[in-house]
């Protein structure tokens, strides 16, 4: 069946280090995209790709990192100097019209 | 920023229709609305989405106004699993895929 997947499902991760988290799609969707979500809140999008080797900021890019080497695989790196990493990330793909959601990584900073 | 204005929550009784409002009024000609729910700690999940003609699948019915500033999802028949938060989003569709900006959203809570 065709889907995204994202792993891990939970990650926990020391002050300080960066973590990547991972989005493989088998839609063959050209779109690609990172939110974030905190308790009680909305989605807030950190970067998004149109297309493989590019990619662009979105509303919330600092502290965050991405790579679109692949079609199939868009990658986010959490790094340390993201100062509020504990939250909730999503990510989607698209073929231009309509959004697929993956489930999603829990991410907890100690 | 989001263009769309939704109530923050909404009870319904499960078996009866749930109608979920939502304010675009800075909506573009070649903008869509699109609604999508998402059950706590899921990723969210597409529901339907139009330009300017109503629109009807198996999940909910999209009742868009004639100057498309205003929209609603209807759910016909509310079931307890359809507790979620609702989010109504416009966005353009090209060829490579648009950006989705969410709201707040509106979260449905379905009563026995």
């Known amino acids: 069946d065709g889907g995204i997947t994202q792993s891990p499902k939970y990650l926990f991760r020391k002050e300080g280090q960066n973590v990547t988290l991972s989005c493989e799609q088998n839609l063959n969707h050209d779109a690609m995209y990172w939110y974030r979500q905190d308790p009680g809140q909305g989605l807030r999008l950190i970067y998004y790709?149109?297309?493989?080797?590019?990619?662009q900021k979105g509303d919330i890019a600092e502290g965050y990192s991405v790579s679109r080497e692949k079609k199939e695989s868009f990658p986010l790196t959490v790094t340390s100097a993201q100062k509020n990493p504990t939250a909730f990330y999503l990510c989607a793909s698209s073929p231009g019209d309509g959004y697929t959601f993956g489930s999603g990584t829990r991410l907890t900073v100690v | 920023d989001a263009k769309t204005t939704q109530p923050p929550s909404m009870d319904c009784a499960e078996g009866r229709a749930a109608n979920l409002p939502c304010n675009h009024s800075?909506?573009?000609?070649?903008?869509?609305v699109y609604w999508y729910r998402q059950i706590h700690s899921q990723g969210p999940q597409y529901i339907i989405h139009?330009?300017?003609n109503n629109e009807t699948n198996e999940m909910a019915s999209l009742i868009i106004t004639e100057d498309r500033k205003s929209s609603t999802l209807i759910l016909p028949h509310a079931t307890l699993r359809d507790t979620a938060v609702y989010y109504c989003?416009?966005?353009?569709?090209?060829?490579?895929?648009?950006?989705?900006?969410f709201g707040q959203g509106t979260e449905l809570s379905v009563k026995p």
């Open positions: 790709s149109q297309i493989v080797n590019d990619f």
């Open positions: 800075t909506i573009s000609g070649n903008e869509y």
């Open positions: 139009g330009l300017k």
């Open positions: 989003i416009v966005m353009v569709i090209y060829n490579q895929g648009g950006k989705l900006i």
